[in-house]
């Protein structure tokens, strides 16, 4: 078996390197990170806590 991905990447439906998401919907809904940014929504966030290999949890809505 593979190592599980981390940060929220996955791999492709045949295996191989651990990826993140692409793109998002352009929704707005905003939310704020523990890191202190605001996000246009969760899937922004998410996005960015796997490509900077960090947890960024959502901990409410703006003002953050």
Known sequence: ???????GARRGPTGGDCRCQAGC??????????DGH????????????CRKG???DTVGKPPC
């Not at 605001?38 to 806590?49: D, F, K, Q, V």
């Open 54 to 56: 960090v947890v960024i």
């Open 1 to 7: 078996d593979e190592p599980l991905c981390q940060f």
């Open 25 to 34: 919907s352009r929704e707005y809904a905003p939310v704020c990170g523990s």
């Open 38 to 49: 605001e996000y246009s929504n969760g899937c922004l966030l998410r996005m960015e806590a």
